[in-house]
């Protein structure tokens, strides 16, 4: 069992990720969810303090950390934006996804990536095929040194606004998931569609459909050796949804104190409304549940830091945490009254966002099958 505490390095990580948010991210949040549009610049000053690079190997320009450390960047963040934490939480994975490239690619997407200057989004999701990944349709072509690719990926976040996207295609289409390999395609490409979804939250990141009608990448673009990068980039997973946990958490943390703030200041029948108890214990409540996600979290990242297997653990993360916070979430709103269900107020936007979380990475109930069959034994667990 892990006796953790943060390192004093870690502490003041915190504090300056914390001084940056809000600082550089707060203002204009109100206007950015307005313009639907997450800029580019406040991406590069999150990468001027090394925010966008943390998972990047130093010969590309990364400024590699462990994954508590990770975890700390993207629960300060969320607790002012959560968009900005998002475009972390995307670097930290394509990081990943970019190390089975060859060096061209490397050199031309990793390198800026981590600078700040280019943004990849993921794309796995397509219209039939979610948490489901074995089960896509989009098929990639080997035609001499290029793969033709064709078919959709959907949900994609940041897809009208970003430069290229990781994504699967079969290769091989008998042999299942052992069949399927993943390449970057770049956004500019002849014949990429894009076309923008309306959603209900993360307005300024956006979700896109990317369509792709016989799009021709070089092979280079393949991402690993055909049919083997598949399993490698899923085991990314594991540690991402650890940090959406958090993402929810931050959320959830943020809303708790400006219903706690507001709560003191509130009078009813002479009172502050704090002093109500049914106030107080729903405040008493969110606290104790915040404690006990971000502990979940936090240990999963370290037993990935140790090199511990933790598939439990980060599937609790990902179900717990977004469900929990949401909750959180929704009493702050009410304990704000009349004045929560206005835009003038933070915690509707958070109450918005949260629910995506409940959505992306895989669901709740796929993050239960997960855990069912880590403590039972796949045998056991119904299809």
């Not at 929810?248 to 409304?273: D, T, V, W």
């Not at 549940?289 to 297997?309: A, F, H, N, S, V």
Request: aromatic letters at 8%; one cysteine or more.
């Amino acid at each position: 069992m892990l006796d953790f505490n943060f390192t004093e390095e870690q502490e003041m990580f915190r504090r300056a990720v914390r001084d940056f948010a809000r600082k550089e991210l707060a203002p204009g949040i109100k206007e950015r969810v307005k313009s639907m549009v997450f800029p580019r610049e406040l991406i590069k000053a999150m990468a001027n303090i090394g925010l966008t690079a943390m998972n990047v190997p130093e010969e590309y320009g990364g400024q590699p950390t462990d994954w508590v450390t990770m975890g700390i960047a993207i629960e300060e963040l969320t607790k002012v934006d959560f968009c900005a934490s998002s475009i972390v939480f995307f670097d930290v994975g394509q990081a990943i996804i970019l190390r089975l490239a060859s060096e061209e690619v490397k050199q031309k997407w990793l390198v800026p990536m981590a600078a700040g200057d280019k943004v990849l989004c993921m794309g796995s999701t397509e219209p039939d095929a979610g948490s489901d990944v074995a089960g896509i349709k989009m098929r990639a072509v080997k035609e001499g040194d290029h793969y033709i690719l064709n078919g959709e990926k959907s949900s994609i976040t940041y897809g009208m606004q970003g430069d290229a996207i990781t994504t699967f295609a079969k290769t091989d289409p008998e042999l299942g998931a052992r069949g399927i390999t993943p390449f970057l395609v770049p956004f500019e490409s002849p014949g990429v569609i894009r076309s923008a979804f309306d959603d209900m939250g993360w307005e300024p990141l956006g979700r896109a459909s990317v369509i792709m009608d016989n799009v021709r990448i070089p092979s280079e673009y393949r991402l690993g050796e055909e049919g083997k990068g598949f399993s490698k980039v899923m085991h990314m997973f594991d540690s991402a949804r650890a940090l959406a946990g958090l993402q929810a958490l931050g959320m959830a943390e943020a809303s708790l104190e400006n219903a706690i703030s507001y709560a003191k200041e509130r009078h009813a029948f002479g009172q502050p409304i704090a002093a109500f108890q049914g106030v107080s214990s729903k405040l008493a409540e969110a606290a104790t549940k915040i404690e006990l996600g971000r502990w979940l979290c936090y240990r999963t990242l370290w037993m990935r830091d140790q090199g511990i297997p933790h598939v439990k653990e980060s599937a609790m993360c990902k179900w717990w945490c977004p469900e929990v916070a949401m909750g959180i979430i929704h009493d702050a709103l009410i304990i704000h009254g009349h004045v929560g269900f206005s835009k003038e107020y933070p915690v509707e936007q958070r109450f918005r966002d949260s629910i995506g979380l409940e959505i992306g990475d895989g669901t709740s109930n796929i993050m239960k099958v997960i855990i069912a069959r880590q403590i039972l034994g796949r045998e056991f667990v119904p299809a």
